[in-house]
């Protein structure tokens, strides 16, 4: 329009003859203040001789000054335009708006760019004002011209806003073929931004805009598909983006038919997108079609042909391990192509891929080699911080963290971060994963906070880019929450039952199976056994058909951690044993991961009793993490469980041995509160004790002490705390301070829940002990039953077990406690607390006639044990009766005699 306006110019003879002589006045002279010049400028005695508007005088000036690399002079002539618009207005109403469009033009082209906004603003005033009628015609383009103001201003946020403007001002038209066109740039705006929530939305409303407008393929709707399926994939949406690539590739053909250039490409994306749904096999044909088509190219399209190669090696190289291979000679084909010529960048993304490809199947040497080669050409070609630096780097870092390398990685994965920042900025895809994969890398080294950190930034960035609730999000959420459990329970319940949430609106079973993984280990870590079982069932039910065996494994391993737990020992056998034979063919068993449920069999088998068993299967476990050659945390555990057997074995010193070990080695690579650390001291102490060198283990148990008075995390500090007061209180028994120790009891007490019965089981037996030793009786009993109380309960709630052993150990404990308390209750001479205690006692004792009954095919010798104890307790209530103690239901007590010989003829039968 521009140019058809100057054309119209220079064909008015007067105007062009007057505005030449003001030029040739300017070009000779130069004079500072030339009169004629001045009235061209300012236009007030020009339009009073011409009848032109001055806001036309100035315009004309301004263009014929530029073309004549009069610029500054331009410059000075525009600026004075926003000053005469409102007199021409004035007096030209209807007459001035193409001249006004036209002055805003020639205002950004000289780069004025407040002027012509305020052009803009005060003609869209005047124009509903003074010219309702033309308004529908100028307003549009008065919107455009803002839209372009801001756009070369690079005010992202005012461009948006006017864009917004425009496509509501679209609306409430009638009919606008223009509405389909400003939404796809409405979204396309968004995208650069990584706004892909609300790209999407607008993509959504070109695309429903064109379908009301028009019918059919054309380039316009191929260009708003292709937007839909990109913006789908940054959401990691891969259902929809497969369904508008292959939306695209019909269209494509539609168009331009089978021979389109184009076409091998929208196949190879679409191939990508099968790949990311974990449908390799039609992600592998997808691909192979696109490099025929490719090949059929012509040379001068060799870069489709390059990209296409690339696609199908990723494809490769994420199926079966053998498709590396493959997946490598593609690659180093690409590579020959590019070797050439070995300072473009497309060479250094050959290397980088094919670093990529050695690190993911674990050969780190070569990976090292290859991105190390791309650093290098990358370097030469665009500097050590360029943009195109970080994801070499990213590598980087990750290659030395599987290392173990964990300085060497936090310092490559920093320089990818920083420099990825300052390329995309702080809301990019790119700053996500650098936030994702420095999280992990502080996990991995123990860093619980620094962590945490990271991967909230990383998820409240990821919301950012892709709303709330996207499978990106819910991976984060879950990686964080798995590393939270232990230390912020509750932030980490709350991001699984988010993650549960999304995952069921999504439908993803996957992502599903694993929330619920997730929320049953937090409710083992909190002792709610029943829940977490709840839990895990759920998970492994949602997972079962989908034939992921890798899900099914986690689910199964995390059920028979549970089970093993409870004590329900065959359950837990079961699961445990189909997650390792799971585990066997997916990973390999000299995989680290199948070491871990190897790990969780070894703790049943050693509290079934089954000690070889257990030794046999910690050494495997042991000789699978030196095989792999790494000194990691998990290592550390597998340490950790051998010392608990070797505990188990009475081989105190040997399991000692191996804490320190666990120290010496925790020290080099854990933050120096990491839980492996401290049990291992913690369980050091309790050996010491145990072995009667209360000298060091005095020692241990005060550097706990200190410790701990510097832990900042509240959850640590309970949950450490209470294990270092029961030490203590264990140690000053030992020591004869009975009374020092009642108190460390009862404080450590307080610290557990209704829900950790074994642990409360143990102090309240250690405070009726010591109050006895300290001469208090009648305080005693009280510990005494409340510990039979709890025991009780616990027996209650296993009558349903199919584990015999674990109702064995239930009913044999329960029996034994009320032993022990029938004993301190018959010294009691406080008649109304006998009264109470043998009626306790009579309805025990009814319960107590199930649980045998129960028993009664077993051949376990802790049957015979509990049957003893039984017999016992008989007994003693008898010489109770006799003694004239309290009162005595003898009818009751005859007819449970009775019963009881009943009894034991049916369990020797």
């Not at 004549?68 to 000053?83: D, K, T, V, Y």
């Not at 070569?366 to 360029?386: D, F, K, M, Q």
Request: hydrophobic letters at 40%.
């Amino acid at each position: 329009m521009g140019l058809v306006f100057l054309l119209a110019i220079k064909a008015d003879a007067q105007v062009q003859q007057e505005l030449d002589a003001c030029l040739l006045c300017r070009e000779r002279s130069r004079p500072k203040h030339c009169l004629r010049c001045q009235n061209w400028v300012l236009g007030d005695e020009v339009e009073a001789a011409s009848g032109y508007p001055a806001i036309t005088w100035v315009t004309y000036t301004s263009i014929i000054l530029a073309e004549n690399g009069l610029i500054a002079e331009a410059q000075e002539a525009i600026s004075e335009a926003p000053r005469l618009l409102a007199k021409s207005f004035d007096d030209h109403a209807e007459d001035i708006f193409d001249d006004v469009n036209q002055c805003i033009s020639t205002a950004r082209q000289l780069g004025q760019l407040d002027e012509a906004l305020q052009l803009i603003s005060m003609a869209e005033s005047r124009l509903n004002l003074l010219a309702p009628d033309r308004a529908e015609l100028f307003i549009p383009e008065l919107m455009a011209q803002r839209i372009m103001v801001y756009k070369e201003a690079k005010d992202a946020d005012g461009e948006l806003e006017a864009l917004h403007a425009l496509i509501e001002y679209h609306r409430t038209l009638p009919e606008s073929s223009m509405l389909s066109t400003l939404e796809s740039l409405a979204g396309q705006n968004l995208f650069k931004q990584q706004a892909y929530s609300e790209a999407l939305l607008h993509f959504q409303r070109a695309q429903e805009a064109y379908a009301l407008s028009s019918s059919g393929c054309s380039q316009a709707y191929l260009e708003i598909v292709g937007w839909l399926a990109w913006c789908n994939q940054e959401m990691r949406r891969y259902d929809e983006e497969v369904r508008w690539r292959e939306v695209q590739i019909e269209c494509r053909r539609t168009i331009f038919g089978d021979s389109d250039t184009e076409l091998p490409w929208s196949l190879a994306m679409l191939a990508l997108s099968q790949m990311n749904r974990g449908l390799w096999v039609d992600a592998d044909v997808l691909a192979h079609e696109a490099l025929w088509r490719s090949k059929e190219l012509p040379k001068s399209e060799s870069d489709i042909l390059n990209s296409v190669l690339t696609v199908l090696a990723k494809v490769h190289a994420g199926m079966e391990q053998d498709s590396l291979a493959l997946a490598l000679e593609l690659q180093r084909e690409l590579l020959f192509d590019n070797a050439k010529i070995t300072d473009t960048f497309e060479y250094a993304v050959c290397l980088g891929n094919i670093a990529s490809y050695y690190h993911g199947s674990g050969d780190n040497e070569a990976a090292t080699a290859y991105v190390h080669r791309s650093l290098e050409v990358i370097h030469e070609l665009y500097g050590r911080n360029a943009k195109e630096a970080a994801a070499p780097l990213n590598l980087l870092g990750l290659i030395h963290q599987d290392l173990y390398d964990y300085v060497s990685a936090e310092e490559f994965l920093i320089r990818s971060l920083r420099i990825r920042e300052e390329s995309y900025g702080m809301v990019s895809i790119q700053r996500l994963e650098s936030l994702n994969n420095l999280g992990l890398l502080y996990f991995s080294k123990g860093d619980v906070n620094a962590a945490d950190s990271c991967l909230t930034l990383a998820l409240d960035l990821d919301d950012k880019l892709y709303g709330e609730g996207s499978i990106q999000s819910i991976t984060i959420s879950l990686n964080l929450a798995q590393m939270l459990i232990g230390t912020n329970t509750q932030k980490a319940y709350t991001l699984t039952q988010k993650s549960e949430n999304h995952s069921r609106r999504l439908g993803s079973q996957e992502l599903l199976s694993r929330s619920l993984n997730l929320i049953a280990e937090i409710h083992l870590n909190n002792g709610q056994l029943d829940l977490g079982q709840q839990f895990a069932e759920a998970s492994v039910e949602c997972i079962r058909n989908s034939n992921n065996d890798i899900a099914l494994s986690g689910a199964l391993n995390t059920l028979g951690l549970i089970q093993g737990k409870k004590g329900e020992y065959r359950r837990a056998l079961k699961n445990l044993q189909e997650s390792l034979s799971l585990r066997a063919i997916v990973f390999g068993k000299d995989h680290p991961i199948y070491e871990t449920t190897l790990h969780n069999l070894t703790t049943v088998y050693f509290n079934l009793g089954e000690i070889d068993i257990a030794s046999h299967l910690s050494k495997e476990a042991l000789r699978i993490r030196e095989q792999l050659g790494l000194i990691d945390s998990d290592y550390l555990f597998t340490l950790s469980n051998f010392s608990a057997v070797l505990d188990g074995m009475d081989l105190i010193e040997e399991s000692i041995s191996m804490d320190e070990k666990i120290l010496r080695l925790g020290q080099k690579i854990l933050k120096a509160n990491h839980f492996l650390l401290w049990h291992a001291r913690n369980q050091m102490a309790l050996k010491k004790i145990e072995s009667g060198n209360l000298d060091d283990a005095s020692s241990i148990i005060g550097g706990l002490e200190v410790d701990l008075g510097e832990e900042s995390d509240a959850e640590n500090y309970q949950a450490r705390g209470r294990q270092v007061l029961s030490s203590k209180a264990l140690l000053l028994k030992e020591q004869g301070l009975f009374s020092e120790a009642l108190k460390t009891f009862e404080k450590s007490l307080l610290n557990y829940s209704e829900y950790e019965a074994n642990e409360r089981l143990f102090i309240l037996g250690e405070l009726g002990e010591l109050e006895l030793l300290t001469g208090d009786s009648s305080t005693a009993l009280d510990y005494f039953k409340q510990r039979f109380e709890l025991s009780a309960q616990c027996a209650e709630a296993l009558e349903s077990s199919l584990d015999e052993r674990l109702r064995e150990t239930a009913y044999l404990n329960h029996i034994d406690f009320f032993k022990r308390t029938l004993e301190l209750s018959i010294g009691s001479e406080d008649e109304k607390l006998m009264d109470e205690w043998i009626t306790l006692r009579n309805r025990d004792i009814e319960v107590t006639r199930d649980y045998m009954s129960a028993l009664a095919d077993s051949e376990n010798e802790a049957v015979k044990e509990l049957l003893e104890a039984y017999d016992e307790i008989k007994k003693e209530i008898t010489a109770l009766q006799e003694s004239g103690v309290g009162i005595v239901d003898s009818a009751l007590l005859s007819r449970q005699m009775q019963e009881s010989t009943i009894e034991r003829e049916l369990i020797q039968r």
